[in-house]
């Protein structure tokens, strides 16, 4: 894309930029660590311990001068040392190499001063007795004779800190420029960005560097709009079907129930006819808690199921829903245990309870149903006060336990082996409407944990 071509370009001379000023700012430093420390009145280097070392002469019995006996390590660097007299005499030396042990002339001394002498560096110091010679290995040290005209220097310091001051504002005012360029282009497209995230319809000015972005944008704005427009128009007409099948199918459903309840009344207990006519009843009474549930599913994902809000002490609901499942069918073949802090039992509830009594309702008959006569069934409630206040209700059994491919759905996964879970799903449904949450796991057998927060959700879904 153009771009960020263009974006990556400006990076690349902003970071070039920045390359020349750390360039900049290290050989200033170089350049002063230099003259520091190639000073002579800098006592920690090279040239301070000479100085020093030519100033231990002393002279001996015969009054030749002589080093101090001590003084030899401070010249262990270099090649060799000689002390010349005033006359160019070799009055002392040290590891001198025989082609420089003779008489110097006056021109010979200047030469070699301030340079070279037979390609040894060489440093020169007075003291009583004449000069002392100091010749270094050879390569070790790179000698430069620099002058500068003192009004020229003095030109360069009085000029430095404007010269500096003058850098920094140019650069700061680069810097700003550069940025408020960078942002009045990328404005438009960060509040498209944010438009797109809330789902609202995106328009971007094409225009400037980010032209050709906000025109990608405004593509993909559209597209999403174009998308969920058909979205809303499938699901539209899925809750519509299930809505009229459902319809469509309760008439022969009650027919069924109806001719199975005769059957059941009019038929000896003891007969075939009459434990037909029950698993007839049976089944068709599931067959119309599934319609139920299918149309709460539908509902509730697409938010057309209102919350009818009352507050209710959460113990009463409790208590509700365990005698209605005792007096059933299913609840009359489990040990039901039931556990209820008083605290929890207080609480008051604000919720649609004609829903959380069809979520609890549904997990009771799963137990009932997966986990075979006889199981025990556990409903134990407790009051949290952390992180929210909310009653959790725990319903477990001690059957076999939620299989793996029925806790993989729970999770949201879509196995191979995919099973049904719409009852346990429309649990998890009801919950969320409610600001709450559900937790499925095994625990000894199935154990499913709701989270009934006290307070709604701030704006719950379809509030009447």
């Not at 071509?5 to 900049?24: D, E, G, K, P, T």
């Not at 009463?316 to 605290?343: D, Y």
Request: hydrophobic share 45%.
């Amino acid at each position: 894309m153009k771009t960020i071509s263009r974006l990556c370009r400006r990076c690349v001379c902003a970071a070039f930029a920045i390359v020349l000023l750390v360039f900049a700012v290290n050989a200033a430093t170089f350049i002063g660590l230099c003259f520091r420390f190639v000073s002579d009145e800098s006592a920690g280097s090279l040239r301070g311990g000479l100085r020093a070392f030519s100033g231990r002469f002393i002279a001996d019995e015969d009054g030749r001068p002589v080093p101090e006996a001590d003084a030899l390590s401070d010249v262990s660097a270099c090649a060799w040392v000689m002390l010349l007299g005033d006359e160019g005499d070799v009055l002392w030396s040290l590891r001198l190499p025989d082609a420089l042990n003779h008489r110097y002339t006056v021109g010979q001394v200047a030469a070699f001063t301030r340079w070279y002498l037979e390609d040894y560096p060489v440093f020169v110091y007075r003291n009583d007795y004449g000069l002392v010679v100091f010749g270094m290995p050879e390569g070790s040290v790179t000698r430069f004779n620099l002058f500068l005209d003192s009004p020229v220097l003095d030109a360069l310091l009085s000029s430095f800190c404007p010269l500096l001051l003058t850098d920094t504002a140019l650069i700061l005012a680069a810097c700003l420029l550069l940025g408020w360029g960078f942002a009045r282009a990328l404005r438009s497209v960060g509040r498209g960005v944010e438009s797109l995230s809330r789902g609202e319809p995106v328009t971007v000015p094409e225009r400037g560097v980010t032209a050709e972005l906000a025109h990608q944008l405004n593509e993909t704005g559209r597209l999403l709009s174009r998308q969920q427009a058909e979205i809303a128009r499938r699901d539209s007409a899925r809750t519509s079907w299930i809505a009229g099948v459902s319809h469509d199918i309760r008439t022969p459903l009650s027919v069924i129930v109806i001719s199975a309840e005769r059957v059941v009344q009019q038929s000896a207990p003891e007969g075939d006819a009459h434990l037909q006519a029950g698993r007839i009843l049976t089944q068709a009474q599931r067959i119309g808690s599934l319609i139920e549930d299918l149309n709460l599913t539908s509902k509730l994902r697409y938010d057309a199921q209102p919350l009818r809000l009352s507050t209710t002490p959460a113990g009463t609901l409790l208590r509700q829903a365990v005698a209605s499942f005792c007096s059933s069918p299913a609840g009359e073949q489990c040990r039901l245990s039931f556990e209820l802090e008083e605290a929890a039992g207080r609480a008051p509830l604000t919720a649609d309870m004609a829903l959380l009594r069809r979520a609890l309702d549904n997990l009771l008959i799963n137990c009932a149903r997966h986990a075979g006569t006889s199981c025990a069934v556990s409903v134990r409630a407790r009051l949290l006060s952390s992180p929210q206040i909310a009653v959790e209700i725990t319903v477990s059994d001690d059957g076999p336990g939620y299989p793996a491919p029925v806790l993989a759905c729970l999770r949201g996964e879509t196995p191979a082996d995919a099973p049904h879970v719409l009852g346990l799903h429309l649990v998890a449904q009801i919950l969320a409407a409610h600001g709450g949450s559900v937790r499925f796991e095994n625990d000894g057998g199935a154990a499913a944990t709701l989270l009934c927060p006290l307070t709604p959700p701030a704006a719950p879904r379809g509030q009447t």
